[in-house]
């Protein structure tokens, strides 16, 4: 927290050395990530949309339409019509790239993806999912353990850009402070809403779940959903800092768990050459996971960060001026040789 | 005095962290509580909203769905849509408006194959077995049909024709000379598409689509219908009526369901008794 105070412009020397674009690549491409996959969803809608605008602008399209209003309506003379809608509706097949949402979806008409949190909470309700669902939870699982689980919150969940731009504007309004709770807290509301599926028979938390909520009203038509929007953004504004992602929200902690894992990691390889400027600290959704790494040569803890809460959003490689933090794989948590390397056997 | 012991015992990181847990605890044990009541509020689904073909019931269904919106997107005829923010649907879940847009009841039912989950039942083959609801022709005032009107529009948009929905015929009362036809839904045959409700000519449809467990009563789980159960058993199940027996004077019978009163001609001195009592027995056939 008095980390996050001193570094009002975390990231500055970085920029200043290694210039704008090497010291912001990694959110440019986590950006860039999170709108690929929301207009991968969208791509279909939208395409949609524009046909049916040019069909109903079509002669044909509006004779059909009569025929379906206003003609002799027995089921014979309806056919035609009803065909002629199916027809627009199969001419816009190739442009949905993919359909569904978050919670399941079907890309390019073959691969099934199903979040498994959503697939364990209706497991818990007392649905057993068919194949379908149960190979698309199967990929995204495999996806996740290879990646780590957490690369789901910052490079897939829309809900990250909304948590980021509080987290800007917290910072550069010197917002401190505020409600204090565990960061454990997560795993709590993770085993309270599979107990409440497994209670009620239904999937309770889907009724206000904000990540589903939001990426599926992006897709389908938001409603009040941007209340939720504006919710969470004053939450992690107002009550404290990374409060839902770092602290309540479920699906998260879920994703969390897959990450204890993961090969791919983001190793202060280089941490002999911190300076502790606190920039990597400021920027971090997760703080508590840099320390280990970054602070713990000394007890003998290897340089890579091994907690299932990290990210990997890569924002303290972009905003470390001295390069302490890079990609890199889990079996790598070795120091430099010697020394340390007996030490670790250690604990 | 023990407990007294034991807290001075406790190290205050262990205090800390008991206190820090409890805390957690009890919080989210309220979020889950509260969540638990929200859950059963939003069971209950507005009588307009119809669930896709193959929907398994509202429980279950609430259960299984995950809000994906796979058949929504499959649905050629933007029928179904998910519940937003809002609507008094169930968040995300697939529903539609029949008086906005009724089921065209695909043969290939794309919506059912779309889904992932089987919260849209697979083993639904054939959309004429799909019971997404059943129209009610719910305002006989309304209904221009019983005002002696020619209508029947619900009849020929049925996609069930003369099947789920049939005339009957009626004296027109009023003019004396026509006749009334009286659109009748039958529920073994009515998919609840909601073709009649979208197609009903009135301002608000005098004929719509209600889910099932407000469209249908239900006879008693003890009653049986006599002649029911005779035909299944082909015959009587209890005790056969005893033939009548009737107190009538010498040489007088009476011929239940068939003549009447009879007066047996080998007995010609006897004189009928006369009374309005015996005026009202039916004399057909045989008599004086």
């Known amino acids: ?347 | 005095m023990a407990e007294q012991q034991q807290g001075k015992g406790m190290s205050p990181a262990r205090r800390q962290f008991l206190t820090d847990t409890v805390r957690t605890a009890c919080g989210v044990g309220l979020v889950a509580l509260g969540l638990g009541l929200y859950s059963r509020n939003t069971r209950a689904l507005p009588a307009e909203a119809i669930r896709p073909p193959g929907a398994l019931t509202e429980h279950d269904f609430l259960g299984a769905c995950v809000r994906c919106g796979l058949c929504v997107r499959d649905c050629p005829y933007d029928t179904l849509k998910l519940a937003r923010p809002g609507e008094p649907v169930t968040l995300g879940t697939p529903y539609f408006t029949a008086r906005d847009i009724p089921c065209e009841m695909c043969p290939d039912i794309p919506c059912v194959k779309a889904c992932p989950t089987g919260a849209l039942d697979p083993k639904l083959e054939k959309i004429e077995d799909s019971r997404m609801g059943l129209a009610v022709v719910i305002d006989q005032e309304s209904c221009i049909a019983f005002q002696g009107l020619r209508c029947e529009v619900c009849f020929n948009v049925c996609p069930i024709r003369n099947k789920a929905i049939t005339l009957e015929f009626r004296h027109n009362e009023r003019t004396m000379k026509h006749a009334i036809f009286i659109p009748i839904v039958h529920s073994d045959a009515c998919t609840g598409c909601g073709k009649c409700e979208k197609s009903c000519i009135l301002e608000e449809a005098a004929i719509k689509v209600l889910p099932m467990h407000l469209a249908k009563g239900m006879l008693g789980r003890h009653y049986r219908l006599g002649w029911e159960e005779k035909r299944e058993a082909g015959g009587a199940l209890v005790t056969p009526d005893l033939p009548h027996q009737y107190n009538l004077p010498d040489g007088m019978r009476y011929e239940h369901g068939g003549r009447g009163l009879i007066q047996s001609p080998t007995a010609p001195g006897v004189e009928m008794p006369s009374g309005p009592a015996l005026e009202a027995i039916p004399r057909r056939g045989g008599g004086l």
């Open chain 1, 1 to 347: 927290m008095a980390a996050a105070g001193k570094n009002l412009n975390p990231g500055a020397e970085a920029r200043a050395k290694k210039g704008w674009l090497k010291a912001s690549r990694w959110l440019i491409l986590r950006r860039l990530s999170q709108l690929v996959v929301l207009a991968l969803f969208l791509v279909g809608p939208l395409a949609d949309a524009w046909i049916a605008k040019a069909n109903r602008a079509m002669p044909v399209g509006e004779q059909s339409r009569i025929t379906q209003v206003g003609g002799v309506p027995s089921a014979k003379s309806d056919q035609p019509s009803a065909s002629a809608a199916r027809t627009a509706a199969t001419q816009a097949e190739p442009w949905w790239i993919v359909k569904g949402n978050m919670a399941s979806s079907l890309t390019l008409g073959v691969l099934p993806l199903t979040d498994p949190y959503v697939l364990a909470q209706q497991i818990a309700a007392g649905h057993w999912p068919l194949t379908t669902a149960l190979i698309g939870a199967g990929i995204v699982l495999v996806f996740y353990l290879l990646v780590g689980g957490r690369v789901y919150c910052a490079w897939v969940c829309p809900i990250n850009m909304v948590t980021d731009a509080a987290d800007w504007l917290r910072n550069k309004l010197g917002i401190k402070g505020g409600a204090r709770f565990s960061r454990d807290t997560r795993y709590w509301l993770l085993g309270a809403t599979l107990l409440v599926a497994a209670v009620t028979g239904t999937l309770a938390w889907e009724l206000v779940n904000p990540v589903t909520m939001v990426f599926r009203g992006l897709v389908f038509g938001m409603g009040l959903a941007w209340g939720v929007i504006g919710m969470i953004f004053l939450l992690d504004l107002l009550v404290s800092r990374r409060a839902w992602c770092g602290h309540l929200c479920p699906v998260g902690a879920f994703y969390s768990l897959l990450g204890f894992v993961s090969p791919l990691r983001v190793s202060a390889a280089n941490r002999a050459k911190c300076d502790d400027c606190m920039d990597c600290f400021a920027v971090c959704p997760e703080q508590q996971v840099i320390k280990p790494a970054l602070k713990g040569a000394d007890k003998g803890l290897g340089p890579v960060i091994l907690s299932g809460n990290c990210t990997n959003c890569g924002r303290c490689i972009d905003v470390c001026a001295r390069d302490v933090f890079q990609f890199d794989i889990r079996s790598h948590n070795t120091s430099t040789p010697g020394v340390i390397k007996k030490r670790e056997v250690l604990p």
